[in-house]
């Protein structure tokens, strides 16, 4: 359990530090880029960012073990003492030495690395249940939805979606609670209809339908589930929001030409501004399905870009994966990060402290103070059993003064450690060392 934690603990922090790395990585590219690069690029460019912060974290924690910083619990570090030595450290310190170094170095004290683990936690069932309440909503917008009976609408579907190539025309459905249309599902992928569709011309319609049905060909809905979970799961990270809202802009504007192919730029733009119209003044579409023009800031960008558009192909950059490859290999050997270390590493850290410091010092004074202690009571159990005897008298005189010696050290030892511990706790309290 402590190995899961240790190793988990040491996960997040690697994870924390890449995160932040491979997001200016990736915000430096996108901003270097030129113009005429595409949305294809860049798409690409924040897909790898969200699997080479996982990748690289990973790989470095649990398999190339490279990180410079180790990452220690709490409990395995030595007791110290606080001023006048409390009943129970003094226990410890009086027994013998295998038994205290297998004693627990505070029974009160929490590890690091719990700390690190509960609060994840803690984040990760917060943003799960932010998402399933996402969730929640959407299903109860979308629970008034009937099937689709205009036979407009199925035909232009039916062409729109054999002219890209689809097998079959995914289900359609009409929504009075929406005002744009979305797309959702991955296993059972649908295209809801807003209740003013039919008021679309024929150019404007295939537009709206070929904008859906390019969203669940790409499988769009998918990597939006997929960023939303990895977002709840960890909402401390930046990367997360970052990522999410560039790969939406880049999926828009990947569906906008798609359907600027099928239907024309000027159709796109004009459904653009009618749904536009639609949407004023009210509420954006649910989480977790993907609306067309959902998004006001980005109406007239996605506009300029749909009259601007014209069918070539994107360039087929061959070496971008092997390079991204590459890339993460890298990034996993050189970022710093925090090191796992299993349990027979930290036990060789203990050993390691009892050849050497306070920790050393204290239990080769507990021992030497606990074999005087015995010697002197072997002699005074002697003393009362044999006559009075001048020499073994004298022996136990200099046995009770080496006693005094030892424990005048002791207490110095001890006040220094306190003085230490003061000094490099916050706030001038005590606490536990630092690592």
Request: charged share 10%.
């Given at each position: 359990m402590n190995e899961l934690l240790h190793g988990t603990a040491a996960w997040l922090l690697t994870f924390a530090i890449h995160g932040m790395v491979v997001l200016v990585a990736a915000a430096v590219c996108c901003w270097r880029l030129p113009r005429h690069s595409g949305w294809s690029l860049l798409e690409r460019i924040w897909r790898l960012a969200l699997v080479a912060a996982l990748l690289t974290s990973t790989l470095q924690v649990f398999v190339l073990r490279t990180a410079s910083l180790d990452l220690l619990p709490v409990a395995a570090m030595a007791p110290v003492p606080t001023g006048g030595a409390a009943v129970g450290e003094l226990a410890v310190a009086l027994m013998p030495p295998a038994a205290a170094a297998a004693a627990p170095a505070d029974a009160t004290a929490v590890s690091f690395d719990a700390w690190i683990c509960a609060v994840a936690a803690m984040a990760a069932v917060f943003g799960l249940l932010r998402l399933l309440r996402a969730e929640r909503r959407l299903r109860a917008t979308l629970a008034c939805r009937l099937p689709e009976d205009d036979g407009r609408i199925a035909g232009i579907a039916a062409r729109v979606?054999?002219?890209?190539?689809?097998?079959?025309?995914?289900?359609?459905?009409?929504?009075?609670?929406?005002?744009?249309?979305?797309?959702?599902?991955?296993?059972q992928p649908e295209i809801c209809l807003p209740a003013r569709a039919d008021e679309l011309d024929d150019d404007a319609l295939a537009a709206m339908l070929a904008h859906e049905l390019a969203h669940l060909r790409r499988r769009d809905p998918l990597w939006l589930w997929g960023t939303a979970l990895l977002q709840a799961l960890l909402p401390w990270q930046p990367l997360w929001w970052v990522a999410r809202r560039q790969l939406a802009h880049s999926a828009e504007l990947a569906c906008d030409s798609t359907a600027a192919r099928h239907a024309g730029n000027f159709a796109v733009a004009q459904c653009l501004l009618q749904v536009a119209e639609w949407i004023t003044g009210r509420p954006r579409a649910p989480v977790g399905?993907?609306?067309?023009?959902?998004?006001?800031s980005l109406l007239r960008a996605r506009v300029e870009a749909a009259l601007a558009w014209q069918d070539r192909k994107a360039p087929r950059r061959l070496l971008f994966w092997p390079a991204a490859m590459s890339l993460c290999a890298v990034l996993a050997a050189t970022v710093p990060g925090a090191r796992w270390l299993p349990a027979a590493e930290l036990t060789g850290h203990d050993d390691a402290a009892e050849h050497g410091g306070p920790r050393a010092v204290r239990l080769a004074l507990a021992q030497d103070y606990e074999q005087l202690q015995q010697q002197a009571l072997a002699l005074r159990q002697e003393l009362t059993a044999v006559p009075f005897d001048p020499e073994l008298q004298v022996l136990l005189a200099q046995l009770e003064q080496r006693l005094q010696k030892v424990a005048k050290l002791r207490a110095r030892l001890d006040a220094v450690l306190a003085q230490q511990e003061n000094e490099f706790s916050p706030n001038g309290t005590t606490g536990e060392t630092n690592r």
């Open positions: 979606a054999k002219a890209m190539g689809l097998l079959c025309t995914p289900h359609l459905s009409r929504c009075p609670a929406l005002a744009t249309p979305v797309a959702f599902g991955w296993l399905a993907l609306a067309m023009a959902a998004r006001p």
